[in-house]
């Protein structure tokens, strides 16, 4: 962070922003840039002999520039060593510059690097532009404005700037559950409303959600995942959730921790897989919901971002978790009833003891799948039932062996149903392990693989092939499925298309 966060006296080569304006490309000249970092050093000590801007659509300005980053505070926490060296920042702030809420330090100690990115923002809005992404170095600085609430992202991880944006876009929508978009109104009364005190305590909900960016493929895919259930089984628990459904219940959802059981809704009312996301993390991350049960005033974003539904929670056993949604918010009794029904029901046909076991068991391996013929007669059935066993046994032992996995030298594999909006995915198998570095790592590659297959004005792509060190990457997109795959770096390019050739059935 030291190249953006001015806390070392270091020197900054070229820095680009690249920025829209709303009808037509705006060109602005070195000394505008010159005044934007006078505005900067005056609110935080930067100093700055100009900076380089271009413009999404035509206009560029070329040439360097360098920006002398001073340390203003030493003493402050927020502006430790350890805290500059955060790989991953997120704030949110007010159009007046008030932090909000930062992912790291303490919000009070930020007041004057959040009137900083405020400055920014504005002094570029002033000038018919809006600022979406400044480079400095190997760092991104990702923007959006939502009314008079700006989300800023700061990161040296090599991830997209779309990407970065979903995110910023998933931690507005998460502010949404908690306040509905009705907070704007307070902004236009008072340009100094402090929200800081409506999100006291829900530090962790915003930390579970931004920790979620790691590990969880439901952020970028915009789907959701199910806990893998006989049919029997899952009927049993989609009927009875759907009997309590009517004009008083409008969502009944079964989840065991961030996976769908079940999900029953009135006539017309959809949940989009967004929502389901910022929903699961709101409760699995909120201890409270644990305790006993709880009706809480909820708002679901994509389906309606000014109101609140009333939210019924509660855990049945161990993590699984029925959420009952009303807009009755004298519901709770009406509520109550609808849950002991359904636990009824869910005890007497075993669907929570088969739920736990699934939890514990259940899940896909590469190494279980089939062998095609055309990968058999390539790869060898004697070679294939040879690695076949290594990969088991490894899974058994939990090690890691290095060079076995799937048929055709398959690691790991993502399929996402746009009809249903939901994926399923493979669990780490060795040589992939369950280790968060190599879960991120890989994470990582699929999410660059899906923002540059879904840049519009490049698109639409329908199949793109990438080789690295560490593997080889797939991803096949038709109007039904998207497929995203992880082979052995020295697979064949041809058994590797061949082997995503037969897409599972759904």
């Avoid at 959006?144 to 507005?172: D, N, R, W």
Wanted: net charge positive; hydrophobic share 40%; charged share 20%.
């Amino acid at each position: 962070m030291e190249a953006v966060l001015a806390a070392v006296d270091m020197t900054v080569g070229l820095v680009a922003v690249a920025a829209v304006h709303p009808i037509s490309a705006v060109q602005l000249g070195m000394g505008s840039w010159s005044n934007l970092a006078s505005v900067a050093m005056e609110l935080n000590g930067w100093r700055g002999s100009g900076m380089q801007m271009s413009s999404r659509c035509t206009h560029s300005l070329h040439g360097q520039t360098h920006m002398q980053l001073s340390l203003r505070g030493q003493m402050q926490d927020d502006m430790s060593i350890k805290w500059r060296k955060r790989k991953k920042h997120f704030f949110i702030i007010s159009h007046a510059g008030k932090p909000i809420y930062s992912r790291y330090g303490d919000e009070n100690k930020l007041a004057g690097f959040s009137a900083t990115l405020q400055a920014i923002i504005s002094y570029v809005e002033n000038s018919g532009d809006s600022v979406r992404l400044v480079q400095a170095g190997n760092h991104q600085i990702a923007f959006i404005m939502k009314g008079p609430i700006y989300l800023v992202c700061i990161s040296c991880t090599e991830e997209p700037f779309q990407a970065l944006k979903m995110q910023l876009e998933l931690l507005y929508g998460q502010m949404l559950l908690i306040l509905t978009k009705s907070i704007e109104k307070y902004f236009g009364k008072n340009a100094k409303f402090d929200m800081r005190p409506l999100l006291g305590g829900t530090d962790v909900v915003f930390s579970s959600l931004i920790h979620s960016f790691s590990w969880n493929p439901a952020t970028f895919l915009h789907a959701y995942t199910c806990v893998p259930l006989s049919c029997a089984t899952r009927q049993a628990a989609s009927g009875i959730l759907q009997d309590v459904v009517d004009s008083r219940v409008i969502f009944a959802i079964l989840m065991c921790r961030h996976k769908v059981i079940s999900i029953a809704g009135a006539e017309k009312a959809t949940l989009h897989p967004d929502d389901i996301l910022l929903l699961s993390n709101f409760i699995v991350s909120s201890e409270s919901f644990r305790t006993s049960e709880a009706f809480s005033p909820i708002c679901i974003p994509r389906y309606n971002s000014t109101a609140f539904l009333h939210a019924y929670v509660h855990y049945l056993k161990d993590n699984t978790v029925l959420v009952l949604l009303t807009t009755d918010h004298n519901g709770f009794y009406h509520l109550k009833d609808c849950r002991i029904r359904i636990e009824t029901v869910l005890n007497k046909s075993n669907v929570l003891n088969e739920v736990k076991t699934s939890m514990l068991n259940a899940g896909l391996h590469v190494e279980d799948l089939p062998s095609d013929p055309i990968v058999q007669s390539s790869y060898g059935h004697q070679q294939h039932d040879k690695d076949h066993k290594l990969a088991v046994a490894a899974r058994e032992t939990k090690k890691d062996i290095v060079g076995v996995g799937g048929p055709g030298g398959l690691w790991h594999f993502m399929y996402k149903s746009i009809y249903l909006d939901q994926y399923v995915a493979s669990e780490f198998s060795p040589p992939l392990t369950s280790h968060r570095a190599q879960k991120s790592s890989l994470l990582r590659a699929y999410q660059n693989l899906y923002s540059s297959m879904h840049i519009e004005a490049l698109g639409p792509h329908k199949m793109q092939y990438r080789r690295d060190r560490n593997y080889i990457l797939l991803c096949w997109i038709t109007q039904d499925f998207e497929l995203y795959a992880a082979f052995d770096p020295l697979a064949e390019k041809k058994l590797d298309i061949s082997r995503v050739g037969r897409r599972p059935k759904h």
